[in-house]
């Protein structure tokens, strides 16, 4: 809807992330008055828009994503940073859906079928991310951070579709030639992408490798069937946590994962639902929690290395 509108979507994780003064933006945003208790996504999205006054408007996911992203947005319109809102029905009802989706494009100057040309025009981008992913799990090709990158790129594609495909189909070209990854442990990570920013080159060095990136894959839209509310129905993430279970013990099995690692964030409401996943996965589980940018502690590094050990005599070949 807002490449529909004429306009270019920013992620503003992605740009408080990848920026090298990230911490930078979360003390600003402690020193305008947000509390040292309040995860740092949210304090690192405030910091990025302050100093990249460019971007004059942002579309809050009041529902679906973070709890705290209605108090963001308020304090983004005291600044007078202009806002839109769009919620995600918990009860995964399609007429509540199709509304808001109707009422987004209304407020952005679009409506859906010029959004669901957009839609179909970014299918070919979406099936080059379905064979990174391939060659992640099924040709063991790619390295779990790799499709991270990739995988979590896609919320917004860089704000440039046609770069964005065609980096990724230079990269793909050169991954295919590569000869096969050899670590024996096969991972999932499962949760919102890491704020850590080796976790996943710190599980290659101790003999394991992420075959699954749960909500990135879902970034990327692995369900595409129909239109646009379809593909937002059978996108996992917004809703409650037995969908994404669901979705995340189908595709232990489809990659036969031996072990999973969920990521949660400090003082984050998503960090409640380990208790669940602890008890619905069927295989062993380490959870990790994150709070600031930077690097695995030498704590977890040491329980990640024990997880990994323990995993070893359990490892089986793919069929």
């Known amino acids: 809807m807002i490449w529909a509108s004429g306009n270019a979507p920013i992620d503003l994780n992605n740009l408080f992330i990848t920026s090298p003064d990230r911490s930078g933006y979360i003390r600003y945003a402690e020193r305008e008055g ?13 910091g990025a828009l302050h100093f990249h006054p460019d971007i004059k408007t942002v579309v809050a996911v ?42 987004l494009a209304r407020d952005l100057g679009t409506d859906r079928p010029q959004a669901e040309d957009v839609l179909h025009r970014l299918e070919p981008v979406r099936a080059l991310l379905d064979r990174l992913d391939d060659l992640t799990w099924k040709e063991n090709l790619i390295t779990g951070y790799e499709n991270h ?6 919320s917004d594609f860089n704000g440039d579709i046609g770069r964005f495909t065609r980096e990724l189909t230079e990269f793909l070209s050169l991954a295919e030639k590569r ?30 490798r992420f075959v699954f990136n749960e909500v990135q894959r879902q970034f990327s839209l ?7 509310v379809e593909h937002y129905l059978a996108y996992t993430y917004p809703y409650d946590v037995f969908r994404r279970l669901d979705y995340i ?5 489809r990659r036969a994962v031996h072990g ?44 990640l290395q ?9 490892r089986k070949e793919i069929i």
């Open 34 to 46: 947000y509390p040292r208790n309040v995860c740092a996504w949210i304090k690192g999205i405030y």
């Open 62 to 103: 009041t529902q679906g994503d973070c709890s705290n992203t209605q108090a963001l947005m308020e304090t983004l319109m005291l600044k007078g940073i202009g806002t839109l809102q769009f919620a995600f029905p918990y009860n995964h009802d399609s007429e509540t859906l199709t509304r808001e989706i109707d009422r």
């Open 149 to 154: 990158l990739w995988l979590v790129s896609s």
């Open 179 to 208: 000869a096969p990854l050899r670590e024996t442990v096969r991972l999932a990570y499962i949760g919102v992408p890491p704020i850590l920013d080796d976790i996943y080159t710190v599980a290659e060095i101790y003999g394991a």
């Open 222 to 228: 692995p369900n595409r069937e129909g239109g646009l």
């Open 249 to 253: 013990i189908a595709e232990l099995e």
């Open 260 to 303: 999973v690692v969920h990521y949660v964030q400090s003082f984050c409401h998503r960090h409640i639902e380990d208790l669940i996943i602890r008890k619905k996965i069927p295989v062993p589980m380490l959870t990790i929690e994150g709070e600031s940018p930077g690097t695995v502690d030498e704590r977890t590094k040491i329980r």
């Open 306 to 314: 024990a997880f990994i050990e323990m995993l070893e005599p359990t």
